[in-house]
């Protein structure tokens, strides 16, 4: 059985304390490696090494850095095969994702900000008739903390550790206890790389041990955190009055709005994908799909039908649509809703849900995408995150109640508009309250664009510039010349 270790310093060790803890294959429900349950004595001894790395690391060139960062992207792509199988066997995914997603967006975030950095500028103002010059300098904050969540593994934690080592400062990063493989093999890789000892750390444990002690040590001096709006809030409550930069990717209840004069065939092909992919577990999947009342009837006998066709099945295989659950906690979590929904009066489940019989994995954590059909946004199943292959479908007369319907929500991550009607898009962009807004498309990325979610989807922006800015200090320097 493999045994992942902590990665401090360029050492592989183990924790303070060698306790560890079990992480399963969530495709046929064993154990299959033991990962390190560490400690704030484990996160001290990051910190203190990280801060002594601090001082070479941010002054070492762009050029040297933008090098290192690009060897890191071409060590990922050159053991795509090895990590997508480790990402697809830890998470449950379908393999061919991890392989056309996970991991070449994982090698694409150091490329990204391997050139980024080298482009990243910082303001003057000239301020005229008083012979007075401002420039502002950037400077990196220092040792910072990143947090990520199981469902996009190596792909958001690299998301935080490449703009995070791009600006100069040193990390202690936390992969989730769920989904630790990837994170293990990125510590191999930059060992490879010649990523300076001490640019990164990875402490491997559970959140309330190894992810608290991160945010309440003192040294650290900002929180990049990917994960659900509950730990969040915690992270806020103890970050916040230290006075630490906190940057907060947190849940969604995302609304898939479709009109009669949508692209169907291109609506109905993504809208699978918007709420199927990755078992339903990425933060951005429209999990309330709203559909104009005149292609109601038509939408929902297509899409039943073709959410029917879609294959759970062992992620390994090819034709696998979808694979498991990420655990068996969570796969009771989403049963939770579905089993609420058969007994609710106003709700009607028209297909999946239920397990399906896999005879070669009968301890695994599958499960038939659901979806359901509900009447008002008001449910319990439109207000609150699942996370899961469960999606509600409910039709709406006009544009005004969809935009209402949209925007009640707690969330506001991203939305998805299905029109032909640019005067609409155009229109209901500006007013659907959630930081990202796809229109015809979904999941379309450019990694300049600034990401993220407003109310209890989170704070900040990640992506391109923003993650700099995120991860720098401004210094404001203010001349008077004569
Ligand atoms: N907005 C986004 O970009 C985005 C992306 C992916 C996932 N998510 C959200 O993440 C959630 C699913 O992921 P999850 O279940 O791994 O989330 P989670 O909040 O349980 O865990 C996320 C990470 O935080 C750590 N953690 C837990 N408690 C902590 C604490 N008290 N202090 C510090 N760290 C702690 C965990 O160990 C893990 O590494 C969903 O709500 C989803 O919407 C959001
Ligand atoms: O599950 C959440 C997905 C987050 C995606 C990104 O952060 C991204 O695409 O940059």
Redesign the pocket.
């Known amino acids: 059985m493999k045994t992942i270790l902590n990665y401090i310093n360029g050492n592989f060790v183990a924790p303070q304390t060698n306790a560890f803890l079990d992480n399963v294959n969530p495709s046929t429900g064993e154990i299959y490696s033991q990962i390190p349950k560490s400690g704030p004595s484990d996160v001290e001894d990051a910190v203190n090494k990280a801060e002594i790395a601090f001082k070479s690391w941010s002054d070492t060139t762009l050029e040297k850095r933008s090098e290192i960062l690009t060897r890191i992207a071409d060590l990922i792509e050159q053991n795509l095969d090895k990590l997508a199988l480790a990402e697809s066997t830890d998470n449950g995914k379908p393999l061919h994702l991890a392989k056309s997603v996970d991991i070449p967006r994982a090698a694409a975030n150091f490329k990204f900000f391997a050139h980024a950095l080298t482009q990243f500028y910082s303001e003057s103002h000239e301020s005229q008739g008083k012979d007075t010059i401002n420039y502002t300098l950037r400077k990196p904050l220092g040792v910072v903390g990143c947090?990520?969540?199981?469902?996009?593994p190596l792909y958001?934690l690299t998301w935080k550790i490449a703009p995070a080592i791009a600006a100069g400062n040193t990390v202690i990063a936390?992969?989730?206890?769920?989904t630790p493989m990837t994170a293990f093999l990125l510590c191999e890789i930059c060992e490879k790389s010649g990523l300076p000892h001490g640019v990164l750390n990875m402490v491997h444990g559970?959140?309330?041990e190894a992810?608290?002690a991160?945010?309440e040590h003192p040294k650290i001096k900002a929180i990049s955190?990917?994960?659900?709006?509950?730990?969040?809030e915690?992270?806020a409550r103890t970050a916040a009055p230290m006075f630490k930069k906190l940057s907060l990717?947190?849940?969604?209840k995302n609304p898939n709005i479709i009109f009669a004069d949508c692209d169907y065939e291109k609506m109905i092909s993504t809208t699978l994908k918007s709420s199927f992919a990755n078992q339903g577990q990425?933060?951005l999947c429209g999990s309330r799909i709203f559909v104009e009342q005149v292609l109601y009837d038509k939408f929902k006998t297509d899409f039943v039908e073709r959410v029917k066709d879609l294959k759970v099945g062992h992620p390994i295989e090819d034709n696998t649509d979808l694979g498991a659950v990420v655990s068996k906690s969570h796969l009771n979590k989403v049963k939770s809703y579905i089993d609420m929904a058969q007994q609710h009066p106003d709700m009607t489940v028209l297909c999946g849900g239920n397990m399906p019989e896999l005879k070669q994995y009968p301890d695994g954590y599958y499960l038939k995408p659901c979806v359901i059909e509900v009447r008002d946004n008001q449910c319990q199943l439109n207000q609150e995150?699942i996370?899961g292959p469960v999606v509600s479908i409910m039709p709406f007369e006009t544009e005004d109640e969809v935009l209402s319907m949209a925007n009640d929500s707690a969330y506001g991550?991203s939305s998805t508009l299905w029109t032909q009607n640019l005067n609409r898009s155009m229109r209901m962009s500006q007013a659907l309250e959630t930081g990202i807004v796809w229109v015809n498309t979904w999941l379309n990325r450019d990694l300049r664009t600034p990401f993220?979610?407003t109310k209890q989807?989170?704070v900040g922006r990640e992506g391109g510039f923003e993650a700099l800015r995120f991860f720098t200090e401004p210094k404001n320097v203010c001349i008077e010349y004569s």
């Open positions: 947090i990520s969540p199981w469902n996009l958001l936390k992969p989730s206890e769920v559970l959140g309330p992810g608290q991160i945010v955190f990917t994960g659900g709006t509950k730990t969040g915690s992270i990717e947190l849940g969604g990425i933060c995150e996370f991550l993220g979610g989807s989170g």
